[in-house]
T-cell receptor, first 111, second 115 residues
Framework: SQKIEQNSEALNIQEGKTATLTCNYTNYSPAYLQWYRQDPGRGPVFLLLIRENEKEKRKERLKVTFDTTLKQSLFHITASQPADSATYLCALDGNGQNFVFGPGTRLSVLP | DGGITQSPKYLFRKEGQNVTLSCEQNLNHDAMYWYRQDPGQGLRLIYYSQIVNDFQKGDIAEGYSVSREKKESFPLTVTSAQKNPTAFYLC??????????????FGPGTRLTVT
């Protein structure tokens, strides 16, 4: 069956460290993958999109990789800050149809 | 100030009653979407619309209905046929539907509680 998994449900890291979040998928062949940030009680906000032919994409302190062989995307936040604490969702185009979202990883950056 | 508005933020209903959630956008986007979010689960697509007067069922459409009479509006009705209606409902829009290159803009959500 088709599945999207994001590492642990919650991840705690120390301020200043690099946070690495994982998105793994099964039985999908996405051409695109997006990452969103969601704060409690709010709607998700788009962060980055990466295409299957792009190995890596950067935006300020954010970096996303996309490995279609491993069926995995990694999302990195360097020099993390307490303000980065949120839930991060990956989403991929489900076989050319609408985007399918993963369950999210709740990141807590501790001061 | 462009964006998506959803109202109300919190909604309480008794079991057996239909309820309509509002979603308005002033981004001039063609496509609009309704998602449901439950704890520990990803967003699940209920309905989407690529153009006015047209909409398609998503993965979990049973017990829900929508309309798209105006480009900027996409209300969702949760009917009494929906077995577990208590959830956080999110409306979104994108410049073009069924195009994975366009980001989705989300509203603030409506938390519906049915007792």
């Amino acid at each position: 069956s088709q599945k999207i998994e994001q590492n642990s449900e919650a991840l705690n890291i120390q301020e200043g460290k690099t946070a690495t979040l994982t998105c793994n998928y099964t039985n999908y062949s996405p051409a695109y993958l997006q990452w969103y940030r969601q704060d409690p009680g709010r709607g998700p906000v788009f962060l980055l999109l990466i295409r299957e032919n792009e190995k890596e994409k950067r935006k300020e302190r954010l970096k996303v990789t996309f490995d279609t062989t491993l069926k995995q995307s990694l999302f990195h936040i360097t020099a993390s800050q307490p303000a980065d604490s949120a839930t991060y969702l990956c989403a991929l185009d489900g076989n050319g149809q609408n985007f399918v979202f993963g369950p999210g990883t709740r990141l807590s950056v501790l001061p | 100030d462009g964006g998506i508005t959803q109202s109300p933020k919190y909604l309480f209903r008794k079991e057996g009653q239909n309820v309509t959630l509002s979603c308005e956008q002033n981004l001039n986007h063609d496509a609009m979407y309704w998602y449901r979010q439950d704890p520990g689960q990803g967003l699940r697509l209920i309905y989407y619309s690529q153009i006015v007067n047209d909409f398609q069922k998503g993965d979990i459409a049973e017990g829900y209905s929508v309309s798209r009479e105006k480009k900027e509006s996409f209300p969702l009705t949760v009917t009494s046929a929906q077995k577990n209606p208590t959830a956080f409902y999110l409306c979104a829009s994108s410049r073009q539907g069924l195009s994975p290159t366009y980001e989705q803009y989300f509203g603030p959500g409506t938390r519906l509680t049915v007792t």
